[in-house]
């Protein structure tokens, strides 16, 4: 299980040098919209780490406002749900927490992810995400479709007139790989259950997430250790190079899931050795299954409880360095 006692009892006023790392695949399920302005984000990179595999190819590109936002909200919801977030929408009310228009500065999501209310004050985010590279090149990763929309009768023209409501879009084929790191910094334990629930339950990413964009997010390591550990672009290299090495990558088919898996897990101990932190525990294989198993079974009353710790926590840092001082006193 995860060694709970190296994360911190209380938020610290200054960074303290606890990283605890979420290694994870994100693996789409369905046809996926990641774009900016009107097509997909694509950017050319060596294909992997070693010299003989160092020619450029060109990967699709998961922003990390794209990973982060839907889960943040997802978190959200949930401390909504059960009463740990203001549902007040009057933008004049202290508590109320409205997402990209006004912070409360105390909630467990301000305190964890951060906040920037101008003359307001700031708090920055203790969780650090960072782009994410496709494991396979765009060619193989991606599939435009045309899209129309139809009248009411079913056709594409009214009284006669042809609709112009004809488009094209570029979809990231199902079962595309994004290797990822999620760091936070300086957390306590339930606040770090906290961001890796939000990781766990989030299942929709992209500019479609109501009718496409489902993402499984597959974790293959949990790390505690004394600094930052390995990128994203290095780590989707590196798999890259042990695929191709078993001769897995196959024209216009998908890397199977579980091979997959299996590598990462593999090649996460190689880049942890060279990256000189000091590893406090590496959570990998049966005992992180156990653990998440642990997580996801959590009845209604237990999630509450974290929920609410993980609450009270945020709101004990926001009084003791957030909160103006009372001038009365």
Same mark, same amino acid.
């Given at each position: 299980?995860?060694?709970?006692?190296?994360?911190?009892?209380e938020?610290?006023?200054?960074?303290?040098?606890?990283?605890?790392?979420?290694?994870?695949?994100?693996?789409?399920?369905?046809?996926?919209?990641?774009?900016?302005?009107?097509?997909?984000?694509?950017?050319?990179?060596a294909?992997?780490?070693?010299?003989?595999?160092?020619e450029a190819?060109?990967?699709?590109?998961?922003?990390?406002?794209?990973?982060?936002?839907?889960?943040?909200?997802?978190?959200?919801?949930?401390?909504?749900?059960?009463?740990?977030?203001?549902?007040?929408?009057?933008?004049?009310?202290?508590?109320?927490?409205?997402?990209?228009?006004?912070?409360?500065?105390?909630?467990?999501?301000?305190?964890?992810?951060?906040?920037?209310?101008?003359?307001?004050?700031?708090?920055?985010?203790?969780?650090?995400?960072e782009?994410?590279?496709?494991?396979?090149d765009?060619?193989?990763?991606?599939?435009?479709?045309?899209?129309?929309?139809?009248?009411?009768?079913?056709?594409?023209?009214?009284?006669?007139?042809?609709?112009s409501?004809?488009?094209? *879009?570029?979809?990231?084929?199902?079962?595309?790989?994004?290797?990822? =790191?999620?760091?936070?910094? @300086? $957390?306590? #334990?339930? %606040?770090?259950?906290y961001?890796l629930?939000?990781?766990?339950?989030?299942?929709?990413?992209?500019?479609?997430?109501?009718?496409?964009?489902?993402?499984?997010?597959?974790?293959?390591?949990?790390?505690?250790?004394?600094?930052?550990?390995?990128?994203?672009?290095?780590?989707?290299?590196?798999?890259?190079?042990?695929?191709?090495?078993?001769?897995?990558?196959?024209?216009?088919?998908?890397?199977?899931?579980?091979?997959?898996?299996?590598?990462?897990?593999?090649?996460?101990? *190689?880049?942890?050795?060279?990256?000189g932190?000091?590893?406090?525990? =590496?959570?990998?294989?049966? @005992? $992180?299954? #156990?653990? %998440?198993?642990?997580?996801?079974?959590?009845?209604?009353?237990?999630?509450?409880?974290a929920?609410?710790?993980?609450?009270?926590?945020?709101?004990?840092y926001?009084?003791?360095?957030?909160?103006?001082?009372?001038?009365?006193?």
């Amino acid at each position: 299980m995860l060694n709970t006692g190296f994360f911190h009892t209380e938020l610290p006023a200054r960074p303290m040098g606890k990283y605890a790392h979420i290694i994870m695949l994100r693996i789409t399920e369905g046809y996926a919209l990641f774009q900016t302005d009107g097509e997909l984000n694509r950017v050319r990179v060596a294909a992997g780490a070693t010299q003989a595999t160092s020619e450029a190819m060109t990967r699709i590109t998961l922003f990390k406002r794209k990973q982060t936002t839907p889960e943040r909200l997802n978190g959200r919801e949930l401390l909504r749900n059960y009463g740990q977030l203001s549902i007040s929408e009057d933008e004049k009310d202290l508590d109320s927490c409205i997402y990209n228009v006004k912070s409360c500065r105390k909630c467990a999501d301000c305190i964890t992810y951060g906040f920037a209310i101008g003359d307001g004050g700031s708090e920055k985010s203790k969780v650090y995400s960072e782009t994410a590279f496709s494991l396979t090149d765009y060619g193989s990763s991606h599939e435009v479709f045309t899209l129309n929309a139809p009248f009411e009768d079913g056709t594409m023209s009214n009284h006669g007139v042809p609709s112009s409501r004809i488009n094209s *879009q570029d979809h990231v084929k199902p079962q595309t790989i994004f290797p990822s =790191v999620i760091t936070t910094r @300086d $957390l306590t #334990a339930a %606040l770090f259950e906290y961001v890796l629930g939000n990781v766990l339950r989030t299942t929709r990413y992209g500019a479609t997430t109501t009718r496409g964009g489902t993402v499984r997010n597959h974790i293959v390591g949990i790390v505690l250790s004394d600094g930052e550990i390995f990128s994203n672009l290095l780590f989707t290299q590196r798999l890259h190079d042990i695929l191709l090495e078993n001769d897995i990558f196959k024209p216009n088919e998908p890397v199977p899931v579980q091979t997959a898996l299996d590598a990462a897990a593999y090649v996460i101990p *190689q880049l942890l050795n060279a990256d000189g932190v000091r590893d406090q525990q =590496v959570l990998i294989g049966d @005992d $992180l299954a #156990a653990y %998440l198993n642990t997580l996801r079974g959590l009845d209604e009353n237990a999630l509450q409880a974290a929920l609410h710790r993980a609450s009270q926590e945020a709101l004990t840092y926001h009084g003791r360095y957030i909160a103006k001082p009372d001038k009365k006193k």
